[in-house]
């Protein structure tokens, strides 16, 4: 795993230790971030499902001024603390461990999230579908009007979000990147 463009460009990051998290490859990544790039800088973020970080550091290195890091296994997140330490980049990044749905559930404030990466285990859509979806609704409220949830999942699942709609799809094989708006967003969908 590597960061693929911006201040950390080539840097080596530590990938799982296990197969809890699935790392996306190089050429989606840089198909993804092709697409993002517009909304990064100065960006704050929201890296769900965060495993070792590959997504939130990218930003980071793109631009973005604070990622937030969820993250519930322990091995991950201390893969994902030492990318962080590497990078120096601990004044730009929280990480919060334990239950992502509980603290979406009890959060509380204005948070003004530019982007969201909601990249939950597969077996999640099946499993925990009621979970997701309320997570999307909190998730909706801490978006900005023009904030975009970048959400991945096996292509041959889906799960709808009413207040999250699709804006654009993309697959790449076996993996989809839905990219959703907020249900009250009125801006043109057509701008990926």
């Known amino acids: 795993m590597r960061i693929i463009a911006g201040e950390f460009r080539g840097r080596k990051l530590l990938g799982p230790e296990s197969e809890v998290t699935r790392p996306i490859t190089d050429r989606v990544k840089q198909s993804l971030f092709d697409i993002l790039t517009p909304y990064l800088a100065e960006a704050r973020v929201y890296d769900c499902f ?33 990318n962080i330490d590497t990078l120096k980049m601990a004044d730009a990044t929280h990480i919060i461990g334990g ?46 009007p023009d904030g975009i949830v970048v959400f991945r999942h096996d292509s041959e699942d889906s799960l709808l979000f009413p207040q999250l709609p699709v804006a654009d ?24």
């Open 50 to 82: 965060a495993g070792t970080g590959s997504m939130g550091l990218e930003c980071l290195s793109r631009g973005a001024t604070h990622v937030t890091f969820f993250e519930a296994d322990r091995s991950a997140a201390n893969r994902l603390k030492k």
């Open 99 to 144: 239950d992502l749905f509980k603290w979406f559930g009890s959060a509380k404030g204005k948070h003004e999230i530019d982007l969201i990466f909601l990249d939950p285990p597969y077996r999640f859509l099946k499993e925990r579908a009621d979970d997701l979806q309320n997570l999307a609704r909190a998730m909706s409220k801490h978006l900005k």
């Open 169 to 192: 799809t993309r697959s790449y094989g076996s993996m989809t990147l839905e990219f959703l708006r907020a249900a009250d967003n009125k801006q043109p969908t057509t701008d990926y």
